[in-house]
């Protein structure tokens, strides 16, 4: 029988359970985000309603067809399916879309990091070329007022007229909605943390016991014994177009020694091997050529194509190529089964949250 007997799965738990006891307390649920904290109850949810319409506004785009919603679409977990991002005149980006559903996992944003936080980052697709397209932020500014059905969003936001609109609350407003969608209710999150034993099937169990121990996944995709991150936070390189890029470094390295920090944004939007060059392009360090932010991995199985170009295609490949990388940094393979396989990627499906309620 195909290891599914009641032992087995008793032995996994039992597992599972040690390893988030070293961590900590398992009684705690994982921490939701506070949206209360920053702003007055009063205003929160004006403040939400304000963010939700400039999220989902196509018309504060070049061409009037992309809004935010166009590369993080609900239905596909806040990604959009593409191997990269597309934008206003069908212009191609040069990264992957991630998921809005676990922004919060990680402070600094884009796949190289080079925004300290989500309010200071949320404004920079209005003004780049391949996305909303727009000039400058002034325009965005003059879109909105020229909509007359943000004046009553505005005035019940802030107690002010649109005349008075800043990019700073147009900033608060869109974190504030974009934060209302981090996810905490996966068939993970209740077997971990609300105790519902039979929420996990036995492959996933198993998968579990393999993630956080011989596939080593658990190294970067962080579990601890009060939240499921499944991310840490750090820069890592799995290789891919490496050797491809090295004839080009030169070349690289002198457009960005010439380019001005304020239109990097732009060329590594446009420039596929600028872009490759991942968390260089903000430290200089050589180190860093070709590492990219750890992704959460939660939604994972909704949110193909993966890696930071979104050069694969499929969970399943996904899936070998983490383990090859694992077992290079190890110096030898982890030796996984064909069934090892089948339950890790059985866990990884049960990352998948409930389908999305937009506030």
């Known amino acids: ?17 040690g390893y988030l006891v070293l961590l900590g307390d398992l009684a705690h649920p994982p921490q939701a985000v506070d949206l209360d904290e920053p702003l007055a109850h009063s205003r929160r949810r004006a403040m939400l309603e304000l963010g939700r319409q400039l999220f989902f506004d196509a018309r504060l785009s070049a061409d009037g067809t992309v809004s935010c919603a166009t590369c993080h679409r609900p239905e596909q977990a806040f990604a959009d399916g593409r191997t990269v991002a597309e934008g206003v005149y069908g212009r ?9 559903r676990h922004t919060a996992s990680t402070q600094a944003k884009f796949w190289d990091g080079r925004r300290p936080s989500l309010e200071t980052q949320v404004l920079d697709p209005f003004v780049n070329p391949q996305e909303h397209g727009l000039p400058d932020h002034a325009a965005l500014i003059h879109k909105l007022q020229k909509s007359t059905d943000y004046d009553s969003l505005w005035r019940d936001a802030l107690d002010l007229p649109l005349a008075q609109a800043d990019l700073t609350v147009l900033s608060q407003a869109l974190s504030t909605y974009i934060l209302s969608l981090q996810p905490a209710n996966t068939r993970l999150d209740r077997y971990l943390f609300h105790r519902e034993t039979t929420a996990l099937r036995p492959e996933a169990q198993r998968g579990l016991a393999l993630f956080l121990g011989r596939a080593q996944c658990a190294a970067c995709h962080h579990i601890s014994a009060t939240e499921a991150a499944l991310a840490d936070g750090a820069y890592h390189s799995l290789g891919l177009g490496f050797t491809r890029l090295v004839p080009e470094l030169p070349k690289l390295l002198t457009i960005l020694k010439t380019t001005p920090r304020e239109a990097i944004d732009r060329l590594i939007a446009t420039d596929a091997q600028l872009a490759a060059l991942g968390r260089f392009v903000v430290t200089g360090h050589a180190t860093d050529i070709g590492k990219f932010k750890t992704p959460s991995l939660r939604n994972v199985a909704d949110t193909a194509p993966y890696m930071h170009d979104g050069s694969v295609a499929t969970l399943e490949e996904a899936v070998e190529r983490e383990l090859y990388y694992r077992g290079r940094v190890r110096g030898r393979p982890l030796g996984l089964s064909l069934a090892d396989r089948s339950d890790l990627l059985a866990f990884l499906r049960a990352l998948s949250d409930a389908p999305a309620e937009l506030p």
């Open 92 to 100: 191609q980006g040069t990264r992957n879309t991630p998921s809005l």
């Open 1 to 17: 029988m195909y290891r599914s007997s009641h032992w087995s799965v008793c032995l996994v738990a039992a597992f599972v359970v």
